[in-house]
């Protein structure tokens, strides 16, 4: 692809490299596929490409997402919610917005492999050194990181070390200037359940914004599955997990939660609640997916 979506011509750039290079490949199938995007950049291959129907999995809201262009991705969604022939939305809040515009959408959370991460088989060399409690995020770190609640924690920690493991894409540079932060940098997937068991409290410290609140995030039943106490910003997507962690909406709130469950650990009546996580398996929601899909078959 041609990395820029803005002016017309790289549209039409980009229409024409990747119409000339799924052509060919769906030309060989033996029938029409189903076409499935999770981003709207295929706008201009709706209608262009020979494909049977197309599918809208909604997952973000990208025309609020840090660094991309904000009215090009909202008019190429336009078009994705006008066009697609069947749309499955992972929150709630993405469902209201897909409404708004008239269409309706199938709701599909995103899922977890619990087992994955209660029996972790790696260890991160790196956090030897760290002084403990260890109090990690992992995930993107980016403009959506709250730079007051985390100030607001590294500051008033007496002891213990914060985390953040992850690609960095343009955040607040005051991160980089706070005490007791450590970052990893990128880590492979398979070791995130052993930062988990080195960890005393998972945090999400997330600004309460637009793109955030459209965020159905992965890591939200991660986290819950790991065993660890979690904190998180009171945002629409972890309100229906209240009753197994802590919502919290101010940097003071943010701070005084998390040196509670320093102090707790995870609450009896959190680590009940998560055992709705049993019925939120990966596989349970592929079988879903696969159900919506061939239902558009027969349209």
Same mark, same amino acid.
């Given at each position: 692809?041609?990395?820029?979506?803005?002016?017309?011509?790289?549209?039409?750039?980009?229409?024409?490299?990747?119409?000339?290079?799924?052509?060919?490949?769906?030309?060989?199938?033996?029938?029409?596929?189903?076409?499935?995007?999770?981003?709207?950049?295929?706008?201009?291959?709706?209608?262009?490409?020979?494909?049977?129907?197309?599918?809208?999995?909604?997952?973000?809201?990208?025309?609020?997402?840090?660094?991309?262009?904000?009215?090009?991705?909202?008019?190429?969604?336009?078009?994705? #919610?006008? @066009? +697609?022939?069947?749309?499955?939305?992972?929150? *709630?809040? !993405?469902?209201?917005?897909?409404?708004? &515009?008239? $269409? /309706?959408?199938?709701?599909?959370?995103?899922?977890?492999?619990?087992?994955?991460?209660?029996?972790?088989?790696?260890?991160?060399?790196?956090?030897?050194?760290?002084?403990?409690?260890?109090?990690?995020?992992?995930?993107?770190?980016?403009?959506?990181?709250?730079?007051?609640?985390?100030?607001?924690?590294?500051?008033?920690?007496?002891?213990?070390?914060?985390?953040?493991?992850?690609?960095?894409?343009?955040?607040?540079?005051?991160?980089?200037?706070?005490?007791?932060?450590?970052?990893?940098?990128?880590?492979?997937?398979?070791?995130?359940?052993?930062?988990?068991?080195?960890?005393?409290?998972?945090?999400?410290?997330?600004?309460?914004?637009? #793109?955030? @609140? +459209?965020?159905?995030?992965?890591?939200?039943? *991660?986290? !819950?599955?790991?065993?660890?106490?979690? &904190?998180? $910003? /009171?945002?629409?997507?972890?309100?229906?997990?209240?009753?197994?962690?802590?919502?919290?909406?101010?940097?003071?709130?943010?701070?005084?939660?998390?040196?509670?469950?320093?102090?707790?650990?995870?609450?009896?009546?959190?680590?009940?609640?998560?055992?709705?996580?049993?019925?939120?398996?990966?596989?349970?929601?592929?079988?879903?997916?696969?159900?919506?899909?061939?239902?558009?078959?027969?349209?």
């Amino acid at each position: 692809m041609w990395p820029w979506l803005t002016r017309k011509i790289d549209r039409r750039l980009n229409r024409s490299l990747l119409v000339r290079q799924l052509g060919s490949v769906i030309g060989a199938m033996h029938e029409p596929p189903i076409a499935i995007t999770t981003l709207p950049v295929v706008a201009d291959l709706m209608g262009r490409l020979p494909v049977a129907k197309w599918v809208y999995y909604c997952v973000d809201d990208f025309g609020e997402w840090p660094g991309l262009d904000r009215e090009t991705m909202s008019k190429m969604e336009e078009t994705v #919610v006008a @066009r +697609a022939d069947l749309i499955i939305a992972a929150s *709630e809040n !993405l469902q209201a917005r897909i409404k708004s &515009v008239g $269409r /309706d959408s199938h709701l599909l959370t995103h899922g977890v492999d619990v087992d994955f991460w209660i029996t972790p088989n790696q260890t991160v060399g790196s956090l030897d050194e760290l002084e403990r409690p260890l109090i990690v995020f992992w995930g993107v770190i980016d403009r959506r990181m709250d730079t007051a609640f985390v100030q607001n924690l590294a500051e008033q920690l007496t002891h213990g070390t914060i985390v953040l493991a992850g690609p960095e894409q343009e955040p607040d540079s005051a991160l980089a200037r706070l005490p007791r932060i450590h970052k990893t940098g990128s880590l492979p997937f398979a070791v995130l359940p052993a930062l988990a068991r080195e960890a005393s409290v998972l945090i999400m410290p997330y600004v309460d914004e637009p #793109v955030t @609140r +459209a965020m159905q995030p992965l890591k939200l039943k *991660e986290y !819950l599955a790991t065993g660890k106490p979690v &904190v998180v $910003r /009171d945002l629409p997507a972890n309100r229906d997990w209240a009753d197994a962690l802590d919502l919290v909406s101010t940097p003071e709130q943010f701070v005084r939660a998390v040196k509670r469950r320093l102090e707790t650990g995870l609450p009896p009546e959190h680590r009940q609640a998560r055992g709705r996580l049993a019925h939120e398996s990966w596989q349970s929601k592929a079988q879903r997916f696969e159900e919506l899909i061939r239902s558009v078959e027969t349209r």
